[in-house]
């Protein structure tokens, strides 16, 4: 997505969609933050701010660029979803992102969210490592199970209240903002 419209010599922002987006990840992160949790009243209705935004200014090809965008956010989350990694409410954050951002800017965003991720997820890690340490054992031996038999069997799921949380609805706030200033100063994505 452009977050610049140019009108002859004229360079004028775009503001809407990055105003919106700041005020939804800024509220998205802080409630994942206290509740683990990012609500549907977050995701849905900028879904249908972005593609009623983008009707307007774009038509039916401004709703074809925020259905695209959407379907992007939604598909670089399913998977990790599925294996138990993340909640629904980051789906569905992503997936609202990228309706105002587009395929592009969602798939950029998601890189940039991953890295984000990655470092936090680093850093709970480190800062948390006796409690890690089960973890990886656990695993490991679930890799090797599945490497000798070809079957994934996970282990149960046990619910321990002292294991820290992962809130990545922060990560994709963080990833989003790097992209929405990368945009903002011009910056070449290939």
Do not use: W
């Not at 775009?14 to 987006?21: A, D, I, M, Q, R």
């Not at 609500?39 to 849905?44: E, G, K, S």
């Not at 593609?51 to 090809?61: E, K, N, P, S, T």
């Amino acid at each position: 997505m452009q977050l610049f419209l140019t009108q002859g010599n004229i360079i004028v922002s775009n503001s809407f969609p990055v105003l919106y987006l700041s005020v939804l990840l800024v509220f998205a992160s802080i409630t994942d933050f206290r509740y683990q949790k990012i609500p549907n009243y977050l995701t849905l209705p900028t879904i249908l701010c972005a593609m009623i935004y983008h009707f307007l200014f774009g038509g039916v090809q401004g709703v074809l660029f925020s259905l695209l965008g959407l379907l992007t956010g939604f598909a670089v989350l399913i998977l990790p979803y599925a294996m138990g990694g993340m909640g629904a409410g980051d789906v569905k954050l992503m997936a609202a992102v990228g309706s105002f951002l587009g395929a592009e800017g969602a798939f950029i965003s998601f890189l940039l969210t991953a890295l984000f991720g990655g470092v936090y997820a680093l850093l709970v890690i480190l800062y948390f490592r006796k409690i890690f340490k089960g973890v990886f054992k656990q695993f490991f031996n679930t890799l090797l199970a599945f490497a000798l038999t070809k079957k994934y069997m996970p282990d149960p799921l046990i619910k321990d209240k002292n294991k820290p949380r992962l809130c990545y609805g922060i990560a994709i706030a963080l990833g989003t903002f790097t992209y929405i200033g990368l945009n903002l100063s011009r910056y070449e994505f290939i």
